[in-house]
């Protein structure tokens, strides 16, 4: 008898604890800057998901932080107002799925997408339906723009990027034997394999091996590893997140092998795991249109406010969402967006027809255009982990 | 790379899915439960060990005795609260309980934690044994090491104690070893309390090995131990050790000698053929059922 009122007692316990947990998940909504709410302002609310919890949350905090120091900046302009509302969707379809209702709820004028690609192929295709503008700043996969004329991409697409890669790998002359160790579960390391294969052979450069893991067998890598040895591999391509990637540097480096190691956008946040030791990642280069170091005004800007803001360098994704913040405000600017008059589908077929004609220069890129398919065309460019940080090739 | 290379690493791998089938096989040989939370408590003691020894620099010894208390604790208090009031309910309402024990701590280490991927340092020296060619990691011969000496303490305890008599009388027959005067909740608590314990240290050696650690750390190792656990006989001791080992080698050899793509599809078309062949296991005892 005893025992049971205590089972109930934690039962009850545990609910109120869930209930604390998911209230904890949502963030607030962005209050507009004081300053901007003058009269017949024309104030903008952007919707935005993306996981802010859970395995993927380095993805998403960083384009939080890029997005909302953009926001902060634009509102401190004085034209248009932006309001900025980030839902958590934990890297989860179905959550996203909660996000982009509890957006459109709150009324959003438009979307800067989902940052992971399984979440946003559900909440693209929720925002081609309803019509709302949407612009993701790094959900990269094709599924995300296909067929939707109002989806637009910040990030390359994964085809793109393992195109890119092996260009780029041909024209520096980076490595003639080449292996490649790649997650054949995952949509995103497979898409990506697959172009890098295909650009490769078009290149006439030598893929010596190709090496596979899944989910399941993500932690030991000593036979892939010896593979690659065994092949004569001097580049290794790992088109795969940088979790995975950790493990594989440190055990090369348990057998000594030390190859030319091969990067994709997935790879960034190496850096900043807590506890890597990041002489492991010494050298490896990672293809990626972003590297902090730029010399540029427009990025010392960025890298400082984001620096003392948030007490850390930017990465690749901080840019994204800082661009789409941009990419919109020029775009909401120019087609002359005014959501008092405009419902959203008037907002998004104006934004359409601005974003394929404009051109935009951010962070991400000079003089980046975008096709009629959501495709961004801008110049790939890699860099290199030289003492712990990124340094441009 | 040699064959005994690929053998010595599949070896390395095994040793560590054997050290958590070590107490997976315990609880279910004597309180006859899958305890699927079993890699959820490995990944809180990884996660303590960590916290312990990474970032307050504590003794790596007294790191992993810590891990051991709070996942003893831990063990004691899942048994107490989510299986002890389901003793009289049907196997699959607790094996349920254990699927939900579970995912409560991965979302309780996702709160507390983040999911921000730590790099666990090992509490090894990270430097490896040259045999003329063949490389062997200390962190592999201690993990070896550390199998066999839980397992011969294991049996012993089982076979030569009170409290490990008592065990087996429970794990036969629970009224019967209640109407002997044997208390049945103490026992299978006691069970659970040493189960956790064994996680401590199976987490603080997966993660030696393998040093990526997260909220979701011990799933994967612990459904591929389970496995382990069940291709060695469940509930064997010593066929834990030697399902362990061999999932390992099997798993590396077919990576290596075969693909990488097909290896999983590999290691269960061997788990199924040995289950046809041998339904209990490798070292599994054939229960007679008395009607």
Not at chain 1, 292 to 320: C, H, I, R, T
């Given at each position: 008898?005893?025992?049971?009122?205590?089972?109930?007692?934690?039962?009850?316990?545990?609910?109120?604890?869930?209930?604390?947990?998911?209230?904890?998940?949502?963030?607030?909504?962005?209050?507009?800057?004081?300053?901007?709410?003058?009269?017949?302002?024309?104030?903008?609310?952007?919707?935005?998901?993306?996981?802010?919890?859970?395995?993927?949350?380095?993805?998403?905090?960083?384009?939080?932080?890029?997005?909302?120091?953009?926001?902060?900046?634009?509102?401190?302009?004085?034209?248009?107002?932006?309001?900025?509302?980030?839902?958590?969707?934990?890297?989860?379809?179905?959550?996203?799925?909660?996000?982009?209702?509890?957006?459109?709820?709150?009324?959003?004028?438009?979307?800067?997408?989902?940052?992971?690609?399984?979440?946003?192929?559900?909440?693209?295709?929720?925002?081609?339906?309803?019509?709302?503008?949407?612009?993701?700043?790094?959900?990269?996969?094709?599924?995300?723009?296909?067929?939707?004329?109002?989806?637009?991409?910040?990030?390359?697409?994964?085809?793109?990027?393992?195109?890119?890669?092996?260009?780029y790998i041909s024209e520096k002359n980076l490595g003639s034997k080449i292996a490649i160790i790649w997650k054949n579960d995952d949509s995103y390391s497979?898409?990506?394999?697959?172009?890098?294969?295909?650009?490769?052979?078009?290149?006439?450069?030598?893929?010596?091996?190709?090496?596979?893991?899944?989910?399941?067998?993500?932690?030991?890598?000593?036979?892939?590893?010896?593979?690659?040895?065994?092949?004569?591999?001097?580049?290794?391509?790992?088109?795969?997140?940088?979790?995975?990637?950790?493990?594989?540097l440190n055990q090369a480096n348990a057998v000594g092998y030390a190859p030319t190691w091969f990067g994709v956008d997935g790879m960034d946040g190496i850096?900043?795991?807590?506890?890597?030791?990041?002489?492991?990642?010494?050298?490896?280069?990672?293809?990626?249109?972003?590297?902090?170091?730029?010399?540029?005004?427009?990025?010392?800007?960025?890298?400082?406010?984001?620096?003392?803001?948030?007490?850390?360098?930017?990465?690749?994704?901080?840019?994204?969402?800082?661009?789409?913040?941009?990419?919109?405000?020029?775009?909401?600017?120019?087609?002359?967006?005014?959501?008092?008059?405009?419902?959203?589908?008037?907002?998004?077929?104006?934004?359409?027809?601005?974003f394929t004609s404009m051109t935009f220069d951010g962070l991400t890129g000079a003089s980046m255009t975008w096709g009629k398919d959501g495709t961004v065309?801008?110049?790939?460019?890699?860099?290199?982990?030289?003492?712990?940080?990124?340094?441009?090739? | 790379?040699?064959?005994?290379?690929?053998?010595?690493?599949?070896?390395?791998?095994?040793?560590?899915?054997?050290?958590?089938?070590?107490?997976?096989?315990?609880?279910?040989?004597?309180?006859?439960?899958?305890?699927?939370?079993?890699?959820?408590?490995?990944?809180?003691?990884?996660?303590?060990?960590?916290?312990?020894?990474?970032?307050?620099?504590?003794?790596?010894?007294?790191?992993?005795?810590?891990?051991?208390?709070?996942?003893?604790?831990?063990?004691?208090?899942?048994?107490?609260?989510?299986?002890?009031?389901?003793?009289?309910?049907?196997?699959?309402?607790?094996?349920?309980?254990?699927?939900?024990?579970?995912?409560?701590?991965?979302?309780?280490?996702?709160?507390?934690?983040?999911?921000?991927?730590?790099?666990?340092?090992?509490?090894?020296?990270?430097?490896?044994?040259?045999?003329?060619?063949?490389?062997?990691?200390?962190?592999?011969?201690?993990?070896?090491?550390?199998?066999?000496?839980?397992?011969?303490?294991?049996?012993?305890?089982?076979?030569?104690?009170?409290?490990?008599?008592?065990?087996?009388?429970?794990?036969?027959?629970?009224?019967?070893?209640?109407?002997?005067?044997?208390?049945?909740?103490?026992?299978?608590?006691?069970?659970?309390?040493?189960?956790?314990?064994?996680?401590?240290?199976?987490?603080?050696?997966?993660?030696?090995?393998?040093?990526?650690?997260?909220?979701?750390?011990?799933?994967?190792?612990?459904?591929?131990?389970?496995?382990?656990?069940?291709?060695?006989?469940?509930?064997?001791?010593?066929?834990?050790?030697?399902?362990?080992?061999?999932?390992?080698?099997?798993?590396?050899?077919?990576?290596?000698?075969?693909?990488?793509?097909?290896?999983?599809?590999?290691?269960?078309?061997?788990?199924?053929?040995?289950?046809?062949?041998?339904?209990?296991?490798?070292?599994?005892?054939?229960?007679?059922?008395?009607?």
């Amino acid at each position: 008898m005893n025992m049971k009122k205590f089972f109930a007692i934690f039962l009850a316990a545990m609910m109120i604890f869930s209930l604390a947990a998911c209230s904890g998940g949502s963030t607030e909504p962005a209050q507009p800057a004081d300053g901007g709410e003058s009269e017949g302002a024309v104030t903008i609310k952007i919707g935005a998901t993306g996981p802010l919890t859970g395995g993927a949350a380095i993805y998403g905090q960083a384009v939080k932080n890029g997005a909302e120091i953009a926001v902060e900046e634009v509102n401190a302009m004085g034209g248009i107002q932006f309001e900025f509302n980030m839902q958590d969707d934990t890297h989860d379809p179905e959550k996203a799925e909660n996000a982009y209702n509890a957006l459109v709820d709150w009324g959003m004028d438009m979307m800067m997408g989902t940052v992971t690609s399984a979440p946003a192929e559900v909440t693209s295709a929720d925002a081609y339906a309803d019509r709302y503008f949407f612009l993701t700043p790094s959900a990269s996969s094709t599924n995300v723009i296909d067929g939707k004329d109002n989806v637009f991409q910040m990030c390359f697409t994964d085809p793109n990027q393992g195109t890119g890669s092996a260009t780029y790998i041909s024209e520096k002359n980076l490595g003639s034997k080449i292996a490649i160790i790649w997650k054949n579960d995952d949509s995103y390391s497979t898409g990506i394999r697959n172009t890098f294969v295909e650009q490769a052979a078009a290149l006439g450069l030598e893929i010596v091996t190709e090496e596979t893991f899944t989910e399941a067998t993500k932690t030991d890598f000593s036979v892939q590893i010896s593979k690659c040895q065994e092949a004569g591999a001097d580049l290794v391509f790992l088109p795969m997140y940088y979790e995975p990637a950790s493990l594989i540097l440190n055990q090369a480096n348990a057998v000594g092998y030390a190859p030319t190691w091969f990067g994709v956008d997935g790879m960034d946040g190496i850096l900043t795991m807590e506890g890597f030791d990041t002489s492991l990642a010494e050298g490896v280069i990672v293809l990626t249109p972003y590297s902090a170091d730029d010399s540029s005004a427009l990025n010392q800007n960025f890298v400082k406010k984001y620096q003392d803001k948030f007490g850390e360098v930017p990465n690749q994704f901080a840019a994204d969402g800082y661009d789409c913040i941009y990419a919109m405000y020029k775009a909401a600017t120019e087609a002359g967006i005014d959501p008092a008059s405009m419902d959203h589908s008037a907002i998004c077929d104006a934004m359409v027809a601005k974003f394929t004609s404009m051109t935009f220069d951010g962070l991400t890129g000079a003089s980046m255009t975008w096709g009629k398919d959501g495709t961004v065309s801008k110049l790939p460019n890699a860099v290199v982990i030289q003492n712990g940080v990124y340094v441009g090739m | 790379m040699s064959f005994l290379n690929y053998l010595v690493s599949g070896l390395s791998l095994g040793s560590v899915y054997a050290i958590i089938a070590l107490g997976y096989t315990m609880v279910y040989g004597i309180a006859k439960m899958l305890n699927f939370a079993h890699g959820d408590v490995i990944m809180v003691g990884a996660y303590v060990c960590f916290f312990a020894f990474t970032r307050y620099g504590l003794n790596p010894f007294i790191s992993v005795i810590l891990a051991m208390l709070v996942c003893t604790c831990l063990g004691i208090v899942i048994e107490k609260l989510a299986y002890k009031p389901l003793r009289a309910a049907p196997s699959l309402a607790v094996l349920i309980t254990a699927i939900g024990v579970s995912y409560l701590l991965q979302n309780l280490a996702l709160l507390f934690w983040s999911s921000n991927p730590k790099v666990f340092n090992s509490i090894i020296p990270n430097k490896s044994l040259d045999l003329g060619g063949l490389t062997v990691s200390y962190i592999t011969l201690f993990t070896i090491a550390v199998c066999i000496v839980i397992m011969i303490v294991l049996t012993t305890f089982i076979n030569k104690t009170k409290l490990g008599k008592a065990m087996r009388a429970v794990s036969e027959d629970k009224g019967a070893a209640q109407l002997m005067g044997i208390d049945v909740n103490t026992t299978i608590s006691v069970t659970f309390a040493i189960g956790s314990g064994l996680a401590a240290i199976a987490g603080v050696l997966l993660c030696s090995a393998y040093p990526n650690l997260t909220p979701t750390t011990g799933s994967m190792p612990g459904i591929k131990a389970f496995t382990a656990a069940v291709f060695g006989g469940i509930g064997s001791i010593p066929g834990a050790f030697l399902g362990g080992l061999m999932l390992g080698v099997i798993e590396n050899l077919a990576k290596a000698y075969i693909s990488t793509q097909i290896s999983d599809a590999i290691v269960f078309g061997v788990l199924i053929i040995v289950l046809l062949v041998k339904p209990a296991g490798l070292l599994g005892k054939r229960a007679q059922e008395k009607v």
